[in-house]
Nanobody, 116 residues
Framework: QVQLVESGGGLVQPGGSLRLSCAASGFTFSSYVMRWYRQAPGKERDLVAHITTSGGSTNYTDSVKGRFTISRDNAKNTLYLQMNNLKPEDTAVYYC?????????WGQGTQVTVSS
């Protein structure tokens, strides 16, 4: 079955960096567009970034452009989100997501807290 497992979250000071990972299994990872979402307390879950199957094309929500980088290693079935110059407003639970044959799958999420 499809499984997504995020890791790499934690507590970081403003201006710091974190690298999130999403280990995928149960589907042909290299054949699917992958996405990172985040959900802050009391808010909806929002799209942060997506990446095409080969990694050749990426897109970001405006608030993270120039600070976050989405990437993937198809040989390792792993999706990444490098987050630099973190701000308190980046505090959220971060999720990876895939749509496989019309069904949406989410990981369990990883908490990112940006605070001094």
């Amino acid at each position: 079955q499809v499984q997504l497992v995020e890791s790499g979250g934690g507590l970081v000071q403003p201006g710091g960096s974190l690298r999130l990972s999403c280990a995928a299994s149960g589907f042909t990872f290299s054949s699917y567009v992958m996405r990172w979402y985040r959900q802050a307390p009391g808010k909806e879950r929002d799209l942060v970034a997506h990446i095409t199957t080969s990694g050749g094309s990426t897109n970001y929500t405006d608030s993270v452009k120039g600070r976050f980088t989405i990437s993937r290693d198809n040989a390792k079935n792993t999706l990444y989100l490098q987050m630099n110059n973190l701000k308190p407003e980046d505090t959220a639970v971060y999720y990876c997501r895939v749509n496989v044959w019309g069904r949406i799958y989410w990981g369990q999420g990883t908490q990112v807290t940006v605070s001094s």
